[in-house]
């Protein structure tokens, strides 16, 4: 079976998305976050590798697509694909630029599109300016991020401040116009020595589009939201014969459910605080949790709760108090902190039963994970942002659903939980 397509994700959570929408579509899918495991995962159509390497250094996350990339391409992969967040999270040092410069290398690819759009959510470009529902990225909650911080709304600026690689721009009016317009708008960035474009995206239509147009680039980069539309194109070509959505395919798994949150956006707070009216939430104080054992003391609050129902543990805060901490702790190690608490966490209540955890965080998902020592993921199909649930191999079997910190519905938390011990998807 030829490898069609090769994802690699900087972070879990939008890796996870990514299968599951593929899966929903019928494609066989595998999940993995080692590229050394990608060689035995290539009899299928598809294989997402997820990393950790949105706030990577940048040195670090180069290298670590690097790797992933080779194994994907020694695999005969058809095209790769990098999936980033919707709201293109990544700072003027940051990691998209560079590391769309090493698989344009690795491929050999002549040029490539960045598309974050995901229209279901309020994410869309127009004219190279990126929206979150009616505002500009720039004047929305994104501006407050602790880590990506997103003040310039214009994609193309973003982006051509992170790599020397010059960036154009694929307007709507150009994508709306059809295939011929956007091959012939394809030629004159060529032209014009422009490899690199941002893609206006504000409907699925636009969406349905450019996956058209780019179907057989050996390289393509944008959300997860766009992958959902090549399986339509490889049928028409012949290389695929998934005939579409599949039902549910995750048994059930019974045990203790658990909330993990490390992610600070105002979805998640919203979310959290909707799942304590009805099940205890804990958050922790990273500044006070450095003279104690945090992690164990979360623990053993947690227990005795846990025959009665799920709990939640957290060290989500808002941003004022976010801004604070980092003041005090500094940036990357206040989030170090808050990543090793919570993957700690995970692995003593594994000890005690606990099978089935939500992770709200993209980074706090990747450090859970790591903890456990799961690298591969049985996924399900796609239902909605947000929405994805995935199982871990081996004994005991494990549920997971790995959350961005902005989607999902705001009383997600606990029937989530539930249809895991119901073995839904």
Known sequence: M????????DDLTGGLE????????????DFVSDPSLVKSSAQTEAIVVALRTRVAPRRE???????????????????????????????????????????????????????????????????????????????????????????????????????????????????????????????????????????????????EAIAELTVDWPLMTG????????????????????????????????????????????????????????????IIDLQGAANRDAAQDAVDWAIPLLGEGPVAIGTSAPADVVRNVQSQMGQ???????????GRIAVKLREVGVTRFLIAGGETSGAVLEHLNIRRLRVGAYKAPGIAQALSEGSPTMAFCLKSGKLGPENMFLPMLESMARGEN
């Open 2 to 9: 030829a490898l069609l397509f090769g994802v690699i994700a």
């Open 18 to 29: 990514v299968a599951a929408m593929l899966r929903a579509q019928g494609i066989g899918c």
């Open 61 to 207: 996350a180069v290298e670590s697509f690097r790797s992933a990339a080779q194994h994907l391409i020694d695999c005969g992969a058809r095209q790769i694909f990098f999936k980033y967040c919707a709201t293109f999270d990544s700072t003027d040092e940051g990691n998209i630029g560079p590391c769309a410069d090493v698989l344009r290398e690795l491929t050999h690819a002549r040029q490539t599109l960045f598309c974050p759009s995901y229209p279901e959510v309020g994410r869309r470009v127009f004219q190279g300016h990126l929206f979150a529902d009616d505002q500009l990225i720039s004047e929305s909650p994104r501006r407050y991020d602790p880590l990506t911080p997103m003040t310039d709304p214009n994609l193309v600026r973003v982006l051509q401040r992170q790599t020397k690689t010059r960036v154009g721009l694929l307007p709507q009016q150009v994508v709306r116009a059809g295939l011929l317009a956007m091959n012939v708008w394809s030629a004159d960035m060529l032209s014009q020595e422009k490899p690199f474009a941002i893609a206006d995206a504000a409907t699925p239509e636009d969406l």
């Open 223 to 282: 959300n997860s939201s766009i992958s959902a539309y090549y399986p339509k194109f490889w049928r028409k070509q012949g290389l695929s014969d998934a005939s579409g959505a599949i039902g549910s395919t995750l048994p059930p798994v019974t045990g203790g459910g658990v909330v993990l949150s490390g992610s600070c956006a105002e979805r998640s707070l919203r979310q959290l605080e909707i799942f304590g009216l009805h099940r205890p939430v804990r």
């Open 332 to 342: 990357r190690e206040a989030a170090n902190m808050a990543e090793t608490i919570l």
